[in-house]
Protein backbone atom coordinates (compact mmCIF):
# COMPACT_ATOMS: atom_id res chain seq x y z
CA UNK A 1 0.00 0.00 0.00
CA UNK A 2 1.20 3.19 -1.10
CA UNK A 3 1.06 6.75 0.99
CA UNK A 4 -1.30 7.76 -1.76
CA UNK A 5 -3.91 4.89 -1.00
CA UNK A 6 -3.54 4.84 2.51
CA UNK A 7 -4.55 8.70 2.65
CA UNK A 8 -7.58 8.03 0.65
CA UNK A 9 -8.93 5.23 3.31
CA UNK A 10 -7.92 6.82 6.79
CA UNK A 11 -11.00 7.80 7.89
CA UNK A 12 -12.47 4.86 7.36
CA UNK A 13 -10.28 2.88 9.11
CA UNK A 14 -9.94 5.52 11.82
CA UNK A 15 -13.92 5.20 11.96
CA UNK A 16 -13.74 1.18 11.96
CA UNK A 17 -15.70 1.00 8.79
CA UNK A 18 -12.80 -0.98 6.42
CA UNK A 19 -12.83 -4.71 6.37
CA UNK A 20 -9.93 -6.76 8.05
CA UNK A 21 -7.97 -7.25 5.10
CA UNK A 22 -7.75 -3.89 4.67
CA UNK A 23 -7.47 -2.81 7.70
CA UNK A 24 -4.17 -5.34 8.59
CA UNK A 25 -2.68 -3.72 5.09
CA UNK A 26 -3.09 -0.19 6.64
CA UNK A 27 -1.46 -1.19 10.33
CA UNK A 28 0.92 -2.50 8.17
CA UNK A 29 1.97 0.40 6.12
CA UNK A 30 1.82 2.45 9.63
CA UNK A 31 4.58 0.66 11.15
CA UNK A 32 7.08 1.13 8.28
CA UNK A 33 5.91 4.53 7.02
CA UNK A 34 6.56 7.45 10.15
CA UNK A 35 5.10 10.36 8.07
CA UNK A 36 1.81 8.33 7.74
CA UNK A 37 2.17 6.61 11.27
CA UNK A 38 2.57 10.76 12.89
CA UNK A 39 -0.52 11.84 10.65
CA UNK A 40 -3.00 9.05 11.81
CA UNK A 41 -1.93 9.63 15.50
CA UNK A 42 -2.79 13.63 15.15
CA UNK A 43 -6.13 12.25 13.47
CA UNK A 44 -6.83 9.94 15.97
CA UNK A 45 -6.05 12.52 18.51
CA UNK A 46 -8.58 15.14 16.91
CA UNK A 47 -10.78 12.18 17.24
CA UNK A 48 -10.96 11.77 20.98
CA UNK A 49 -11.28 15.32 21.36
CA UNK A 50 -14.51 15.26 19.62
CA UNK A 51 -15.55 12.27 21.51
CA UNK A 52 -15.28 14.71 24.75
CA UNK A 53 -18.60 15.42 26.55
CA UNK A 54 -17.80 19.13 27.20
CA UNK A 55 -18.17 19.20 23.47
CA UNK A 56 -21.98 18.09 24.12
CA UNK A 57 -24.62 20.41 24.79
CA UNK A 58 -26.15 18.96 28.22
CA UNK A 59 -29.73 19.40 27.37
CA UNK A 60 -31.33 22.84 29.44
CA UNK A 61 -33.24 21.67 33.05
CA UNK A 62 -36.89 21.93 32.29
CA UNK A 63 -36.37 20.92 28.31
CA UNK A 64 -38.00 17.21 29.01
CA UNK A 65 -40.91 18.88 31.47
CA UNK A 66 -41.72 20.99 28.20
CA UNK A 67 -41.56 18.07 25.45
CA UNK A 68 -43.42 15.83 27.59
CA UNK A 69 -46.76 17.94 28.16
CA UNK A 70 -46.47 18.95 24.53
CA UNK A 71 -47.34 15.07 23.72
CA UNK A 72 -49.41 14.65 26.01
CA UNK A 73 -51.71 17.94 24.70
CA UNK A 74 -51.17 16.39 21.12
CA UNK A 75 -52.29 12.94 22.76
CA UNK A 76 -55.21 14.42 24.42
CA UNK A 77 -56.32 15.87 21.71
CA UNK A 78 -56.61 13.18 19.69
CA UNK A 79 -58.55 11.17 22.50
CA UNK A 80 -61.16 13.44 22.96
CA UNK A 81 -61.66 13.76 19.15
CA UNK A 82 -61.97 9.66 19.63
CA UNK A 83 -64.65 9.73 21.60
CA UNK A 84 -66.80 12.38 20.82
CA UNK A 85 -66.87 10.96 17.38
CA UNK A 86 -68.45 8.07 18.64
CA UNK A 87 -70.42 9.36 21.26
CA UNK A 88 -72.48 11.00 18.64
CA UNK A 89 -71.65 9.00 15.18
CA UNK A 90 -74.41 10.75 13.02
CA UNK A 91 -74.38 14.27 14.37
CA UNK A 92 -70.89 14.83 14.22
CA UNK A 93 -70.45 12.68 10.05
CA UNK A 94 -73.35 15.50 9.48
CA UNK A 95 -71.25 18.61 10.83
CA UNK A 96 -68.44 17.40 9.10
CA UNK A 97 -70.32 16.85 5.64
CA UNK A 98 -71.02 20.20 6.23
CA UNK A 99 -67.66 21.43 6.95
CA UNK A 100 -66.22 19.88 4.63
CA UNK A 101 -68.55 21.33 1.63
CA UNK A 102 -68.36 24.80 3.25
CA UNK A 103 -64.76 24.41 2.87
CA UNK A 104 -64.35 23.28 -0.14
CA UNK A 105 -67.05 25.90 -1.45
CA UNK A 106 -64.76 28.64 0.50
CA UNK A 107 -61.91 27.62 -1.51
CA UNK A 108 -62.72 27.48 -4.57
CA UNK A 109 -64.40 30.74 -4.47
CA UNK A 110 -61.15 32.59 -2.44
CA UNK A 111 -59.00 30.57 -5.31
CA UNK A 112 -61.47 32.15 -8.07
CA UNK A 113 -60.72 35.52 -6.92
CA UNK A 114 -56.95 35.36 -6.34
CA UNK A 115 -56.86 33.86 -9.90
CA UNK A 116 -58.55 37.24 -10.96
CA UNK A 117 -55.78 39.05 -9.07
CA UNK A 118 -52.99 36.91 -10.48
CA UNK A 119 -53.94 37.64 -13.92
CA UNK A 120 -54.63 41.59 -13.34
CA UNK A 121 -51.15 41.40 -11.51
CA UNK A 122 -49.78 39.73 -14.63
CA UNK A 123 -51.19 42.14 -16.90
CA UNK A 124 -50.19 45.01 -15.00
CA UNK A 125 -46.77 44.38 -14.79
CA UNK A 126 -46.50 44.37 -18.57
CA UNK A 127 -48.17 47.43 -19.58
CA UNK A 128 -44.60 49.04 -18.55
CA UNK A 129 -41.24 48.29 -18.39
CA UNK A 130 -40.57 49.74 -15.14
CA UNK A 131 -43.74 48.12 -13.68
CA UNK A 132 -42.34 44.56 -14.00
CA UNK A 133 -39.32 44.17 -11.95
CA UNK A 134 -37.50 46.13 -9.38
CA UNK A 135 -34.37 44.14 -9.11
CA UNK A 136 -33.63 43.12 -12.50
CA UNK A 137 -31.02 40.22 -12.06
CA UNK A 138 -30.33 36.73 -13.48
CA UNK A 139 -28.87 35.38 -10.40
CA UNK A 140 -30.76 33.63 -7.52
CA UNK A 141 -28.29 34.76 -5.28
CA UNK A 142 -29.30 38.53 -5.72
CA UNK A 143 -32.80 38.00 -6.40
CA UNK A 144 -33.59 35.83 -3.18
CA UNK A 145 -31.74 38.29 -0.50
CA UNK A 146 -33.51 41.61 -2.19
CA UNK A 147 -36.65 40.20 -0.75
CA UNK A 148 -35.24 40.56 2.76
CA UNK A 149 -37.28 43.01 4.97
CA UNK A 150 -39.88 43.36 2.31
CA UNK A 151 -41.57 40.27 3.09
CA UNK A 152 -42.04 38.32 6.55
CA UNK A 153 -41.10 35.09 4.62
CA UNK A 154 -37.90 34.25 2.08
CA UNK A 155 -39.42 32.29 -1.50
CA UNK A 156 -37.36 30.06 -2.97
CA UNK A 157 -35.79 31.29 -6.19
CA UNK A 158 -34.76 28.78 -8.37
CA UNK A 159 -32.08 28.87 -11.54
CA UNK A 160 -33.50 27.46 -14.32
CA UNK A 161 -31.59 28.74 -17.11
CA UNK A 162 -30.86 25.23 -17.74
CA UNK A 163 -34.00 24.40 -18.34
CA UNK A 164 -34.72 27.16 -21.02
CA UNK A 165 -36.00 29.91 -18.71
CA UNK A 166 -33.79 32.20 -17.55
CA UNK A 167 -34.67 34.65 -14.17
CA UNK A 168 -35.39 37.83 -15.07
CA UNK A 169 -36.07 39.54 -12.12
CA UNK A 170 -38.34 40.12 -8.98
CA UNK A 171 -40.86 42.46 -7.29
CA UNK A 172 -42.92 42.85 -4.59
CA UNK A 173 -46.82 42.55 -5.53
CA UNK A 174 -50.33 42.61 -3.37
CA UNK A 175 -52.45 39.44 -3.67
CA UNK A 176 -55.00 37.76 -1.56
CA UNK A 177 -54.71 40.79 1.03
CA UNK A 178 -51.04 40.52 1.32
CA UNK A 179 -47.16 41.55 0.45
CA UNK A 180 -45.83 38.51 -2.05
CA UNK A 181 -42.88 37.92 -3.56
CA UNK A 182 -43.10 38.30 -7.73
CA UNK A 183 -40.58 36.46 -9.44
CA UNK A 184 -40.24 37.00 -13.64
CA UNK A 185 -38.84 34.32 -16.03
CA UNK A 186 -38.16 34.03 -19.59
CA UNK A 187 -38.71 32.33 -22.29
CA UNK A 188 -37.98 33.98 -26.10
CA UNK A 189 -40.46 36.63 -25.72
CA UNK A 190 -42.61 35.47 -23.48
CA UNK A 191 -42.36 36.65 -19.53
CA UNK A 192 -43.72 34.29 -16.93
CA UNK A 193 -45.07 35.98 -13.41
CA UNK A 194 -44.15 33.67 -10.43
CA UNK A 195 -46.28 34.91 -7.25
CA UNK A 196 -45.05 33.20 -4.12
CA UNK A 197 -46.55 33.23 -0.88
CA UNK A 198 -47.03 31.20 2.76
CA UNK A 199 -49.89 29.16 2.34
CA UNK A 200 -53.07 28.91 4.72
CA UNK A 201 -52.70 25.25 4.84
CA UNK A 202 -49.62 22.84 5.31
CA UNK A 203 -50.54 20.42 2.74
CA UNK A 204 -49.40 19.99 -0.30
CA UNK A 205 -52.07 20.15 -3.84
CA UNK A 206 -50.70 18.91 -7.39
CA UNK A 207 -50.39 21.42 -9.94
CA UNK A 208 -53.83 22.42 -11.69
CA UNK A 209 -54.13 24.78 -14.97
CA UNK A 210 -56.86 27.11 -16.05
CA UNK A 211 -57.28 29.98 -18.92
CA UNK A 212 -58.08 33.44 -18.31
CA UNK A 213 -58.56 36.21 -20.56
CA UNK A 214 -56.55 34.11 -22.72
CA UNK A 215 -53.61 33.77 -19.95
CA UNK A 216 -52.09 30.22 -18.70
CA UNK A 217 -52.67 29.60 -15.17
CA UNK A 218 -51.10 27.08 -13.00
CA UNK A 219 -51.63 26.92 -9.50
CA UNK A 220 -49.85 24.66 -6.87
CA UNK A 221 -49.33 24.10 -3.10
CA UNK A 222 -45.90 22.90 -1.95
CA UNK A 223 -43.19 22.97 0.59
CA UNK A 224 -45.61 25.27 2.81
CA UNK A 225 -45.64 27.80 -0.09
CA UNK A 226 -48.38 29.03 -2.60
CA UNK A 227 -47.29 29.03 -6.07
CA UNK A 228 -49.29 30.68 -8.88
CA UNK A 229 -47.56 30.88 -12.19
CA UNK A 230 -49.28 33.37 -15.06
CA UNK A 231 -48.02 33.58 -18.53
CA UNK A 232 -49.13 34.00 -22.44
CA UNK A 233 -46.94 31.12 -23.29
CA UNK A 234 -48.33 28.07 -24.59
CA UNK A 235 -50.03 25.62 -21.46
CA UNK A 236 -47.73 22.62 -22.12
CA UNK A 237 -44.64 24.56 -21.95
CA UNK A 238 -45.83 26.31 -18.58
CA UNK A 239 -46.79 23.02 -17.31
CA UNK A 240 -43.45 22.01 -17.99
CA UNK A 241 -41.92 24.66 -16.10
CA UNK A 242 -44.01 24.39 -13.05
CA UNK A 243 -42.18 20.65 -13.20
CA UNK A 244 -39.10 22.43 -13.09
CA UNK A 245 -40.04 24.65 -10.55
CA UNK A 246 -41.13 21.67 -8.76
CA UNK A 247 -38.63 19.27 -9.17
CA UNK B 1 -57.08 2.75 25.26
CA UNK B 2 -55.47 2.84 22.17
CA UNK B 3 -53.81 6.46 22.35
CA UNK B 4 -53.14 5.81 26.09
CA UNK B 5 -50.86 2.90 25.24
CA UNK B 6 -49.35 4.65 22.19
CA UNK B 7 -48.49 7.69 24.57
CA UNK B 8 -46.88 5.00 27.29
CA UNK B 9 -44.84 3.35 24.49
CA UNK B 10 -44.10 6.75 22.97
CA UNK B 11 -42.64 8.13 26.36
CA UNK B 12 -40.65 4.67 26.82
CA UNK B 13 -39.07 4.35 23.43
CA UNK B 14 -38.32 7.68 21.95
CA UNK B 15 -38.09 10.27 25.06
CA UNK B 16 -34.82 8.99 26.43
CA UNK B 17 -33.38 10.42 23.44
CA UNK B 18 -33.94 13.81 24.42
CA UNK B 19 -30.53 14.85 24.99
CA UNK B 20 -29.12 13.74 21.08
CA UNK B 21 -31.94 15.50 19.83
CA UNK B 22 -31.24 18.68 21.53
CA UNK B 23 -27.35 18.60 20.91
CA UNK B 24 -27.59 17.69 17.32
CA UNK B 25 -30.55 20.50 16.85
CA UNK B 26 -27.93 22.96 18.78
CA UNK B 27 -24.72 22.27 17.14
CA UNK B 28 -26.88 22.19 13.40
CA UNK B 29 -29.12 25.56 14.62
CA UNK B 30 -26.22 27.04 16.91
CA UNK B 31 -28.36 28.72 19.50
CA UNK B 32 -29.90 27.25 22.52
CA UNK B 33 -33.67 28.89 22.57
CA UNK B 34 -34.20 27.87 18.63
CA UNK B 35 -32.47 24.34 19.70
CA UNK B 36 -35.04 23.81 22.34
CA UNK B 37 -37.92 24.97 20.12
CA UNK B 38 -37.09 22.75 17.48
CA UNK B 39 -36.75 19.47 19.80
CA UNK B 40 -40.18 20.45 21.18
CA UNK B 41 -41.62 20.43 17.60
CA UNK B 42 -39.60 17.53 16.60
CA UNK B 43 -41.30 15.22 19.56
CA UNK B 44 -44.67 16.59 18.25
CA UNK B 45 -43.84 15.56 14.78
CA UNK B 46 -42.35 12.52 16.30
CA UNK B 47 -45.17 11.14 18.25
CA UNK B 48 -47.93 12.11 15.43
CA UNK B 49 -45.20 9.37 13.01
CA UNK B 50 -44.92 7.01 15.58
CA UNK B 51 -47.22 4.89 14.37
CA UNK B 52 -45.53 4.31 11.50
CA UNK B 53 -42.46 3.38 13.69
CA UNK B 54 -42.02 -0.16 13.22
CA UNK B 55 -39.06 -1.11 15.80
CA UNK B 56 -35.45 -0.51 14.15
CA UNK B 57 -33.09 2.08 15.55
CA UNK B 58 -35.49 4.58 17.66
CA UNK B 59 -32.62 6.91 18.03
CA UNK B 60 -31.55 7.64 14.33
CA UNK B 61 -35.58 7.25 13.62
CA UNK B 62 -35.47 10.46 16.16
CA UNK B 63 -32.43 12.20 14.91
CA UNK B 64 -34.41 12.25 11.15
CA UNK B 65 -36.82 13.60 12.20
CA UNK B 66 -34.80 16.73 13.96
CA UNK B 67 -32.69 16.93 11.40
CA UNK B 68 -35.55 17.92 8.86
CA UNK B 69 -37.55 20.03 11.53
CA UNK B 70 -33.82 21.84 11.89
CA UNK B 71 -33.28 22.36 7.97
CA UNK B 72 -37.28 23.61 8.00
CA UNK B 73 -36.72 26.18 10.35
CA UNK B 74 -33.00 26.89 8.78
CA UNK B 75 -35.02 27.05 5.41
CA UNK B 76 -38.17 29.74 7.23
CA UNK B 77 -35.79 31.39 9.33
CA UNK B 78 -32.24 31.81 8.49
CA UNK B 79 -32.37 30.45 4.44
CA UNK B 80 -29.23 32.13 3.88
CA UNK B 81 -26.96 29.79 5.82
CA UNK B 82 -28.68 26.84 3.47
CA UNK B 83 -27.55 28.61 0.32
CA UNK B 84 -24.13 28.03 -0.41
CA UNK B 85 -23.85 23.87 -0.35
CA UNK B 86 -20.85 22.53 -0.28
CA UNK B 87 -19.79 20.81 -3.24
CA UNK B 88 -18.70 17.07 -2.48
CA UNK B 89 -17.64 16.44 -6.11
CA UNK B 90 -14.60 18.73 -4.91
CA UNK B 91 -11.17 17.09 -4.06
CA UNK B 92 -10.06 16.89 -0.66
CA UNK B 93 -6.66 18.91 -0.79
CA UNK B 94 -3.83 17.49 -0.72
CA UNK B 95 -1.97 17.05 2.35
CA UNK B 96 1.24 18.26 3.56
CA UNK B 97 2.59 16.45 6.30
CA UNK B 98 5.84 16.63 5.44
CA UNK B 99 5.31 20.15 6.86
CA UNK B 100 6.57 20.30 10.63
CA UNK B 101 4.24 22.64 12.03
CA UNK B 102 1.90 20.18 12.78
CA UNK B 103 -0.49 20.18 15.49
CA UNK B 104 0.53 19.03 18.58
CA UNK B 105 -2.05 16.46 19.71
CA UNK B 106 -1.70 16.82 23.37
CA UNK B 107 -2.91 20.50 23.23
CA UNK B 108 -6.38 20.09 21.61
CA UNK B 109 -8.19 22.73 23.71
CA UNK B 110 -11.82 21.86 23.41
CA UNK B 111 -12.80 25.50 23.44
CA UNK B 112 -11.33 26.24 20.02
CA UNK B 113 -12.45 22.90 18.74
CA UNK B 114 -15.82 23.96 19.42
CA UNK B 115 -15.55 27.00 17.56
CA UNK B 116 -13.56 25.47 14.60
CA UNK B 117 -16.43 23.13 14.41
CA UNK B 118 -19.39 25.70 14.60
CA UNK B 119 -17.72 27.26 11.83
CA UNK B 120 -17.72 24.17 9.60
CA UNK B 121 -20.84 24.27 6.52
CA UNK B 122 -23.88 22.10 8.18
CA UNK B 123 -23.03 19.34 5.42
CA UNK B 124 -19.93 19.10 7.58
CA UNK B 125 -20.99 19.67 11.08
CA UNK B 126 -23.84 17.39 10.81
CA UNK B 127 -21.66 14.44 9.71
CA UNK B 128 -19.10 15.02 12.71
CA UNK B 129 -21.63 14.93 15.46
CA UNK B 130 -23.71 11.90 14.08
CA UNK B 131 -20.23 9.74 13.69
CA UNK B 132 -18.12 11.24 16.44
CA UNK B 133 -20.54 12.26 19.26
CA UNK B 134 -23.52 9.73 18.69
CA UNK B 135 -21.47 7.13 17.49
CA UNK B 136 -23.16 6.66 14.02
CA UNK B 137 -22.01 4.56 11.59
CA UNK B 138 -21.50 5.25 8.00
CA UNK B 139 -24.61 3.30 6.53
CA UNK B 140 -27.14 4.53 9.16
CA UNK B 141 -25.43 8.33 8.42
CA UNK B 142 -25.79 7.75 5.40
CA UNK B 143 -29.47 7.17 5.73
CA UNK B 144 -30.32 9.51 7.60
CA UNK B 145 -28.20 12.82 5.58
CA UNK B 146 -29.92 11.11 2.41
CA UNK B 147 -26.23 10.83 0.92
CA UNK B 148 -24.37 7.82 -0.68
CA UNK B 149 -22.30 6.15 2.08
CA UNK B 150 -19.01 7.76 -0.39
CA UNK B 151 -20.46 11.11 0.06
CA UNK B 152 -20.49 10.76 4.17
CA UNK B 153 -16.65 9.33 3.98
CA UNK B 154 -15.66 11.71 1.61
CA UNK B 155 -17.48 14.84 3.94
CA UNK B 156 -16.02 13.05 7.29
CA UNK B 157 -12.57 13.58 5.49
CA UNK B 158 -13.36 16.87 4.46
CA UNK B 159 -14.37 18.07 7.79
CA UNK B 160 -11.41 16.64 9.88
CA UNK B 161 -9.25 18.01 7.27
CA UNK B 162 -10.48 21.94 7.63
CA UNK B 163 -10.52 21.32 11.50
CA UNK B 164 -7.01 20.44 12.16
CA UNK B 165 -6.38 23.16 9.17
CA UNK B 166 -7.80 25.19 11.57
CA UNK B 167 -6.59 24.41 14.68
CA UNK B 168 -3.16 23.74 13.80
CA UNK B 169 -3.89 27.76 11.92
CA UNK B 170 -5.03 29.27 15.58
CA UNK B 171 -2.16 27.39 17.84
CA UNK B 172 0.45 28.83 15.10
CA UNK B 173 -1.25 32.30 16.01
CA UNK B 174 -1.22 32.15 19.76
CA UNK B 175 2.80 30.94 19.68
Known amino acids: MTCQELQTMRDAYLDGELDLARSLEIEKHLRECASCARSHEELRSLQMAMKSDTLRFATPPGLERRVRSAVRGESEAGWSLFRWRWLIPSVSLAVLAIIVSGLFLSRTSTDDLVASEIVAGHVRSLMAPSHLIDVLSEDPHTVKPWFDGKLDFSPPVKDLTQRGFPLYGGRLEYIANRPVAALVYQRRKHFVNVFIWPASTASDTKPTAQVRQGYNLVHWTAAGMTYWIVSDLNLAELQQFAQDLLA | ?175
Open chain 2, 1 to 175: MEDRSKLASFEATILPHLGAAYNFAHWLLRNDSDAQDVVQETYLRAFRFFGGFHGGDSRSWLLTIARNACYTWLQQNRSRELMNPIDDAAEIAATDDANPETLLLQRIDTELLRNALEELPIEFREVMVLREMEGLSYKEIAALTEVPIGTVMSRLARARKRLQQTLAGRLNQEV
